[in-house]
């Protein structure tokens, strides 16, 4: 109880500490407003004495000028020379347009410019107009992507001119920073240029952008249908999202001043523009994969690549924030950060592996399935219920149960690399695992006769079968039971250990025999001469040829009953394709039999079947 106290008032303390340095600093900032003409006159002072400033402003201009030459004309002359290449490539050629521009500029200030700090000072400035430019294409390339048929391409393009403009001149605001720091301007300048003139424009143009293109931003990052739901949630609370996060950071960045604890703006504008832009490229990436998800051409490799291209994305974006905030405060603690990064590093590695698996495993049997449905057969094309092959009924479980070893080992894996000792993790699993097994055994046996009941092939998805206690399509399949679809649109639920007996309706062939009651006095050989020309009939359908095995044949007289000829006849189908061939003899029977004056005695009602109807009516 007493080091709880003690904990509690160490922490009161430190809340007061901080109270009490940001009421300080406040007072000091409001201060410091008086003295930022002084610090104003001795900065132009300072810069007359070395140069004049007319000289110094044209150096800024011309760099500025020159890097924004430099940085369209390696476009232009990239673009020349890549103009047949992907769009997927268009980013790298940008990036790839920054760094030679960069390149360009430096070697240029090096030879042309002999003061160190007028050196300094131009390079920062010539890399801020770069990077402007960079992000600004970046953006409107990657917004441009996400305007698909569906969403506002308009909006979208006069949000990504806002949002450049606002990164540039969080750029160029940077670079006046940095020149003001090089030239030893006084605190009071610094901090209000970088509140007054950098941070707080930024912040109030980019809070402008997000929320008066909220919509269209939703619609961009939500991406086309159809998408699940927790990305249309996401995607509509984005925004806000988005606007809590840039007013956090400008925050963050005056309490840091206020405190006398600064952060870097560099890494603090590139982490926003990274989280900003974030869920966008998501969204770019999602389109791009789904553009050639279903592509029987592309290879499998390429295939997985797409898929888990959001996943290397998702890791890419962690790793950066961790490297700029994570490993410094880790540093200024005192842990071990040579150990930290190369765990985090073989964590990525098995994080990636994992997902190149699982991906290649998702790739494979989609491919398989895709393979199953390329080429449908008479008895399965145009019927979204017809029964499914042996091997697409065992891909769900495959692939669950493919999946599910990738994701364990996976976690084992990185568990080890935390130096955790799995072992007794896994040998408790196997011992709660086998007393699972001793209180369910019900469960372990329905289990078991699933695993058989499959491996006999007994039913496949979309086969009518009949059990013990049941009957209907199966509709699902999975680990412990099966579910069959009634033709009247019930669902029946059966574990397998509760199967029994099945019959199976649905494979290969059935034998359709139909009895027809005519007077006793009926030509046998007549009506065997009508049954076969209805067969041939029938036969000569083209709509009922391909799904009939034997034609309509009689069996000659199957009974006598009650003074009255039992005549039978039959013929062979596929599998749940002889209801439409019964229907159409039926038809043919009842034509034939009226033109060719063959009446059909219907069957005598005893006085004990009717009393029995009427007691059952009562």
Known sequence: MTEVTEGAGLFIDRLDAIGIALESGFKRRLAQ??????????????????????????????????????????????????????????????????????????ILLRFS?????????????????????????????????????DLPGPRLASFARILAAGS?????????????????????????????????PTTVLLVYAYWHHRKAIAMAVAGSEPRSTWRAHFASAWPTLAILALVGTFLALQIGVTVERPLPGLAMLGTLLLVLV????????????????????????????????????????????????????????????????????????????GALLWNVTAASIERVRAKEHREPDAETEGNTHAPRTRLETLLPLLQGTAKASIFVLSVLTILVILDVNVWPLITGL????????FGSQT?????????????????????????SGAKGMVERISVRSVSLRHP?????????????KIQNYSRDWVIEKLVFRVAFDTDVDKVRKLFKQI????????????????????????????GTLLVRGKFKARAGKQFAIRKAVYLAIQRTFRENGIVAVPKPITFAAAADRLSGIR
């Open 33 to 106: 407003i008086g003295d930022v003409g002084r610090d104003w006159s001795a900065f132009v002072d300072s810069l007359a004495t070395n140069h004049a400033p007319g000289t110094f402003a044209a150096i800024v201009i011309g760099t500025v000028l020159a890097s924004a030459l430099a940085f369209h004309g390696v476009r232009y002359l990239l673009g020349r020379s890549t103009s047949k290449a992907l769009p997927s490539v268009r980013p790298l050629r940008e990036i790839a347009s920054a760094f030679l521009a960069a390149l360009i500029i430096v």
């Open 113 to 149: 410019l002999v003061d160190e700090i007028e050196r300094h000072v131009a390079r920062v400035w010539g890399i801020a107009a770069i990077l402007g430019l960079l992000f600004g294409r970046l953006v409107t390339g990657l917004l441009h992507s996400n305007a698909g048929q």
């Open 168 to 200: 540039a001149w969080g750029f160029l605001g940077l670079a006046a920073l940095a020149t003001l720091k090089a030239w030893n301007a006084g605190p009071a300048l610094r901090d209000m240029t970088g509140l007054f003139i950098v941070s707080l």
């Open 278 to 353: 974030a869920p966008h490229v998501d969204s770019a990436i999602g389109a791009w994969v789904e553009r050639k998800a279903d592509d029987p051409s592309t290879s499998l490799l390429a295939a997985t690549f797409r898929r888990m291209a959001r996943f290397a994305f998702a890791v890419l974006v962690i790793g950066l924030l961790a490297y700029l905030w994570a490993l410094p405060a880790l540093t200024a603690i005192g842990f071990n950060v040579t150990l930290i990064s190369t765990r985090a590093v073989e964590m990525i590695l098995v994080a990636l592996v």
């Open 430 to 437: 196997s011992v709660f695992g086998l007393a699972i097994g």
């Open 443 to 467: 469960l372990v046996k329905d289990i078991v006769s699933g695993l058989f009941f499959l491996l006999d092939d007994a039913f496949r998805l979309g086969e009518y079968i009949e059990t």
């Open 488 to 500: 009247r649109g019930a669902i029946a639920t059966i574990p397998y250990g509760q199967i029994g």
């Open 535 to 562: 067969g041939q009939e029938i036969a000569d359908d083209p709509d009922l040829s391909g799904d009939l095995l034997e034609t309509f044949k009689s069996q000659g007289i199957a009974s006598v009953e009650d």
